[in-house]
């Protein structure tokens, strides 16, 4: 993980991994069976982390409109601030969409229930509705990540999209 933080999973390799350990080389392969073993469990370590984060920031706001402001809020600060691990998360020759491993198929299950949860909670009840949300935070966060807008500028877009969104929504009792 600490080599994640320098350089994108696709570019680390089990050799170099063992150096950083101070390991033979051969000490990797008694964990992992080949290189994508090693990327699926960078992905499925890294997606723990941002369901953390958003979670965190969820149980720490006061109200459901907070929940919602501040999950998307982690997710895209999450993006930015840990842009190869967000990208391991979402690289699809490693996470299949459709097939994820068992543990990263548990791990997308509680994003979503976050994410259906904070939705719901604000009044936004149509399936497509965290759907639509997932979308726009993951948007803002990899748009801001590739550098076409700061942090800033996507935290403010996404609270302005919160604003807006929740404008007409008559919020549950």
């Not at 073993?37 to 997606?47: Q, V, Y």
């Not at 842009?83 to 791990?107: E, N, R, S, W």
Request: with cysteine; glycine share 6%; charged share 20%.
């Amino acid at each position: 993980m600490q080599l994640l933080a320098d350089r994108p999973a696709q570019e680390i390799s089990l050799r170099e991994v063992a150096r950083a350990a101070n390991v033979s080389h051969n000490a990797p392969y008694h964990h992992f069976a080949d290189r994508n073993g090693l990327l699926k469990a960078i992905a499925e370590r890294s997606m723990t982390d941002l369901v953390d984060a958003v979670t965190a920031a969820v149980d720490a706001a006061t109200d459901p409109r907070a929940a919602f402001r501040d999950g998307g809020a982690a997710y895209v600060r999450f993006a930015v601030e840990r842009p190869h691990a967000f990208a391991a998360i979402y690289d699809p020759t490693v996470c299949v969409p459709g097939a994820p491993t068992p543990a990263m198929a548990v791990l997308i299950d509680r994003l979503e229930a976050v994410l259906n949860e904070i939705t719901a909670a604000v009044g936004l009840t149509e399936p497509v509705d965290a759907v639509s949300v997932w979308g726009t935070i993951h948007g803002l966060g990899v748009l801001s990540a590739a550098g076409h807008f700061p942090l800033p500028a996507a935290l403010a877009a996404h609270e302005n999209s919160v604003d807006r969104l929740l404008a007409g929504v008559s919020h549950p009792s």
